[in-house]
């Protein structure tokens, strides 16, 4: 019977050093080790009217180095990124470099560690000049977020791994070896893909009502008063913008206003005969552009039935120092007994509070403070903040600076009870009469623990509102805080204006890599190849013969000659 089993097919021995070869030519084509993974937040991308700002771009893959100069004036660095502490930054020179659009391969800008916004309970050291570096942030953001960048910016936090890093790519620059791809190095890689526009982004207003008492068979409707914060922020980060002050600290004192006069309003003997009416704006950064929109949202009643809005802007760094902005003159009757009744309370609180009038453009589409939107509808409005001039489009809205660490408790507490204080008398025609409603050892007293539990959620949220989707956690749980004080709560989604465009990509992952030289690259390619070519001719010539493997590299006849 025939033998029906078949010998497996063996590879033959001569090639085993063929495949060698190839095993080590894919080893060899880049050795490196990762040597650590940071977290990177990308500068912002964004167009105003079609005009580009920001970072255009997202991938990163090229060598360390540590100076704009490299090893010498005229060194290229369209190949390299830069690694920079900010504590050494020099604002002149990165100025320049981005002014006269200077080829770059990327920019890594290393903050420090206590701006992170989870270091809520950390302080800075005594011997670090905090304001200094705070000013220079702020410049540095400004340049960054005004400037339209052809490669990519990424901030990241100063560690001990990447100061390592840093500190042998700075001795490779000082040697006059900086990192290439012939003497090797460091190389960092971001692995992104290209940053997309994001279509229609969302913004979203949410409001809640306490209503006021009604006599019984009053026809005429009870005046409102409206009072209003932006809670979203704009930075040169966005998932490092949580402004703990703007606008957090506005956001937190409506917030406690609110659960102060939902208090006051629970029983009916309490209760005004006003309307109190509670807005957390979108679009802040953006012209208040959500606030424009809510607005308009209202019927014609609501609107007239508008006794005065409060806008609440910054209102929780160290001083003793607030401003009330407002549109109108400030010798209007109206705006004389709004601001009077602020100024009797401040003076009870220890503050100082100065009225600030700029006259608005109806024909300029800049907003520079959210009253600007109801004053533009004939609503008198007022904004209570700490900042004495207004700021220019996308300043003072949440940037890198703008932490836990810039903003004080006790100033948001003071200033709830001012808001409070003045709010409460003019409702219960008590202007006159110095009492203390929401007295520290009253049932209507303040909460400083319900204060500091909002401002840590708000100072560890980044809120760039393109970015926010409707049904985000924060959007949500202020939606719910609402709810709990106010009766009628509803959240108005709206597209932010076309004027503002905003890219994704905000955040990533950043390797680094050790890489060796294409110099010992080709050396131990040469080594290794010669050792195979080598070891491949022996085994041929003791299996197959010499003359096989010479007949491997004699030319072939012509077809002339096999035809002959």
Request: glycine residues 6%; aromatic residues 8%.
């Amino acid at each position: 019977m025939a033998n029906s089993f078949r010998k497996p097919a063996i590879l033959d021995p001569m090639y085993y050093p063929i495949i060698a070869l190839l095993i080590a030519l894919i080893a060899c084509v880049e050795l490196s080790d990762a040597v650590t993974a940071v977290d990177v937040y990308r500068l912002v991308q964004y167009d105003i009217s079609g005009v580009p700002f920001g970072s255009r771009l997202a991938t990163l893959n090229h060598h360390a180095g540590s100076s704009f100069f490299g090893s010498g004036s005229s060194s290229d660095l369209s190949r390299t990124v830069l690694i920079l502490p900010v504590r050494e930054l020099n604002l002149t020179l990165i100025t320049e470099y981005i002014e006269q659009k200077k080829l770059l391969g990327g920019l890594l800008l290393l903050l420090p560690p206590k701006f992170r916004p989870e270091n809520t309970g950390s302080t800075f050291g005594a011997d670090e000049d905090i304001d200094s570096l705070r000013n220079k942030l702020v410049e540095l953001e400004w340049l960054l977020t005004h400037s339209n960048i052809p490669y990519p910016v990424y901030f990241a936090f100063e560690d001990d791994n990447i100061k390592a890093v840093l500190a042998e790519v700075k001795r490779n620059d000082a040697s006059g070896q900086p990192a290439t791809a012939t003497t090797g190095g460091y190389k960092l890689v971001v692995a992104a893909s290209d940053p997309k526009r994001i279509v229609s982004p969302n913004i979203a207003n949410i409001q809640g009502w306490l209503p006021g008492l009604k006599v019984d068979g009053d026809s005429n409707q009870l005046p409102t008063i409206a009072i209003v914060a932006s809670y979203d922020t704009f930075g040169a980060a966005p998932a490092l913008s949580v402004g703990s002050d703007s606008n957090g600290s506005g956001v937190v004192a409506l917030l406690e206003i609110a659960r102060l006069f939902s208090a006051l309003y629970s029983n009916p003997k309490t209760r005004g005969r006003f309307n109190l009416l509670f807005g957390l704006t979108s679009g802040g950064p953006y012209n208040y552009n959500g606030t424009q929109k809510w607005l308009r949202s209202f019927d014609q009643h609501l609107r007239e039935s508008i006794d005065y809005a409060i806008c609440l802007n910054s209102v929780g760094s160290l001083g003793n120092q607030l401003h009330l902005h407002v549109s109108k003159p400030p010798e209007n009757a109206y705006i004389q007994k709004i601001f009077q009744g602020f100024s009797t309370v401040a003076e009870e609180l220890g503050l100082q509070v100065g009225l600030k009038h700029k006259k608005i453009n109806i024909s300029n589409p800049r907003v520079a403070w959210e009253h600007e939107q109801f004053s533009r509808l004939r609503v008198t409005a007022a904004t209570l903040s700490e900042l004495s001039t207004a700021p220019e489009l996308l300043e003072s809205t949440g940037g890198l600076t703008d932490n836990r660490h810039v903003t004080s408790e006790a100033s948001i507490i003071r200033s709830i009870k001012l808001v409070a204080e003045s709010l409460a008398r003019h409702i219960y025609s008590q202007e006159k009469k110095s009492i203390s409603i929401f007295a520290d050892d009253s049932s209507l007293a303040v909460n400083p623990s319900y204060i500091r539990s909002w401002l840590d959620l708000l100072s560890t949220t980044p809120r760039v509102a393109p970015f926010l989707s409707n049904n985000d956690p924060l959007i949500k749980a202020l939606e719910k805080e609402l709810a709990d004080h106010t009766a009628e709560v509803n959240v108005q989604h709206e597209t932010l204006d076309g004027t503002f465009t905003f890219y994704d990509s905000t955040s990533g992952k950043l390797h680094i890599y050790q890489v060796a030289s294409v110099t010992f690259d080709l050396l131990l390619l040469l080594v290794l190849g010669s050792y195979l070519i080598t070891l491949f001719s022996f085994l041929f010539i003791t299996t197959r013969g010499l003359d096989d493997l010479i007949s491997l590299f004699r030319r072939p006849p012509s077809r002339k000659v096999k035809t002959t």
